[in-house]
């Protein structure tokens, strides 16, 4: 386990003190995947009260890190954010007020739609995706072998269509795939969320 001391027992609420502990947590693990190790992350909001309660914790749990170790070995979490670019209706248009609210309404199954279509282009490289809708947006997140990251982002840019907007980011730890939580132990590998 790689771990660092921490200023306070618990995450702070101020959210700048909370953005510089998340972004100090990711440059660790960052750490991790530049030496070419699959890091399970940890939680950053359950720090230790020592090293010796970490370590029991670790243990206690040994098993299902080995799990979930053996599930992100060798690979790297890549995600692909597609976001709806919908222009609202013609201004002074009849029924303006109904296609703009219908627009809305379609905008889950539409994604949907472009989302399934970039996840089977994906899915030769990558395989098994998790997908997170939130808003307008739908992340498609993959475990991908380093070796075949310009390949994912090359595959998932000829993607690219209108009325949609794609973005791609990673690499990254496997943050979708599997984490550590302190003292509640693993969710190794996370369930796919029902579509």
């Known amino acids: 386990a790689w771990v660092s001391d921490a200023d306070a027992p618990r995450l702070s609420r101020d959210v700048r003190q909370a953005a510089r502990a998340a972004i100090e947590h ?12 699959s890091p399970v992350p940890a939680a950053l909001t359950d720090p230790y009260g020592s090293d010796a309660e970490a370590s029991a914790d670790i243990a206690a749990h040994a098993g299902e ?17 597609v976001g709806l670019t919908d222009a609202p209706p013609a201004g002074q248009s009849e029924g303006r007020g109904r296609a703009y609210l219908e627009q809305l309404r379609s905008v ?15 899915d030769p490289i990558a395989g098994e995706a998790r997908r997170r809708m939130e808003g307008g947006r739908i992340g498609l997140s993959h475990l991908v072998s380093p070796a075949r ?3 994912y982002r090359e595959a998932a840019l000829r993607m690219s269509g ?5 973005v791609i980011d990673g690499p ?3 943050y979708s795939f599997a984490s550590f939580s302190a003292w509640n132990g693993m969710v190794t590998p996370r369930p796919a969320p029902a579509a």
């Open 26 to 37: 990711d440059r660790v693990v960052g750490a991790a995947l530049a030496q070419g190790v």
């Open 65 to 81: 890190i080995r799990k979930a170790l053996d599930a992100v070995r060798d690979r790297v979490e890549m995600t692909v954010v």
């Open 108 to 122: 889950p199954s539409r994604a949907a739609a472009v989302a399934d279509r970039i996840e089977k282009a994906l």
């Open 149 to 151: 990251i310009a390949g």
């Open 162 to 166: 209108a009325g949609y907007r794609i």
């Open 172 to 174: 990254r730890a496997a």
